[in-house]
């Protein structure tokens, strides 16, 4: 059992692309495309790093039965030694390639964000009002009540509000476990049917016995469910603006 499962990796926003072309002046479009290009490239890096991870993990796993199906057979110390290095290497390459996946997918998003605010802004609010820089406080503000009276684009407001809740995961664990990290954790590493948990521990301190207790771990978001709603996001996006377009026309 892989720990990342195959995928289409064709990217998601196709038709838009073309489309601006009929709907924008020349300097518009080309504008438009150097724009999404930059999406584009983050998409390229989450492919490379899930190959690398799919990789990595099959890697660790063969590293790790290689250990267990030693027993109590002797080796010698060296032997050891590179069994123990070969299982620790993989495991750090786990974690970083982990780390590096959710930071660029936070990144795209951030990206969608400033294609949308450059080029669509007028058909999704009402003149003169501005959603927030970045996904984050671009889709709060959108699904905030409080300006349901601004919103033009209720259609994208009520996918934002319904259809994004493995953003918030996603949001989390780049905000708290990994840029903005407070407070002391540690790596934690555990497996499930096969497949690897990967997590923060958080320690509790108990000064009247003076010792340490790491009994809570948050786990980073399954990197399946989070692409499968980033690429459910970029087919939605492109399928909508398109539309919106043609009606523009």
């Known amino acids: 059992m892989t720990f990342l499962k195959d995928k289409d990796w064709q990217f998601p926003i196709r038709e838009l692309g073309d489309k601006v072309y009929q709907s924008f002046s020349s300097m518009r479009a080309e504008k438009f495309q150097i ?3 930059a999406i584009m ?3 390229h890096f989450l492919l490379l790093i899930w190959d690398r991870l799919q990789i990595e993990h099959k890697r660790r796993l063969e590293a790790l039965e290689e250990r267990r199906s030693l027993g109590k057979k002797i080796i010698t110390q060296q032997e050891d030694s590179e069994l123990t290095r070969k299982f ?3 495991s750090s ?10 930071m660029h997918a936070k990144i795209l998003l951030d990206r969608v964000v400033i294609l949308t605010k450059e080029f669509f802004t007028d058909k999704i609010v009402r003149k003169g009002k501005e959603p927030y820089d970045g996904f984050t406080r671009f889709r709060s503000w959108l699904v905030d009540e409080k300006h349901s009276s601004l919103i033009l684009d209720v259609e994208l407001v009520k996918y934002l509000r ?3 809740d493995w953003y918030d995961k996603l949001q989390y664990a780049r905000d708290k476990l990994i840029v903005h990290m407070k407070g002391y954790y540690i790596d934690s590493l555990r497996e499930q049917d096969k497949r690897m948990i990967i997590g923060r521990a958080r320690p509790k301190f108990y000064n009247d016995r003076n010792i340490i207790d790491w009994h809570k771990v948050v786990d980073l978001p399954d990197l399946n469910e989070l692409m499968d709603g980033i690429t459910d996001f970029l087919y939605f996006y492109d399928k909508h603006f398109t539309q919106m377009l043609e009606k523009s026309n």
Do not use: Q, R
């Open 41 to 43: 490239k983050d998409w």
């Open 35 to 37: 724009s999404l290009g």
């Open 93 to 102: 390459l786990v974690h970083l390639d982990t780390e590096d996946f959710l």
């Open 88 to 90: 620790m290497h993989n």
């Open 162 to 164: 319904f259809n994004v």
